[in-house]
């Protein structure tokens, strides 16, 4: 179960800098990211970890 919550936590981590990176490339050229990848998905995957991140017992105590 640990794994899992670690595995969480990276993805989390990852997808909020992937996300900001995104939508920064995105504001700096319209269709330079969007054109390939709708920045919207790496911006729910984002959203659900941080909710399952949040909700799950002892989510404070993972050291990663």
């Known amino acids: 179960m ?14 909020g800098v992937l996300t900001l990176v995104l939508y920064f490339l995105e504001t700096l050229k319209d269709g330079y ?7 919207a998905i790496m911006l729910a995957v984002f959203v659900v970890s941080g909710i399952i991140w949040l ?8 050291g990663v």
């Not at 909700?55 to 993972?62: C, H, I, M």
């Open 55 to 62: 909700f799950t017992p002892d989510s404070g105590k993972v």
């Open 33 to 39: 990211v969007s054109f390939f990848v709708n920045p």
């Open 2 to 15: 640990t794994i899992l919550l670690k595995l969480n936590t990276e993805l989390f981590r990852a997808s």
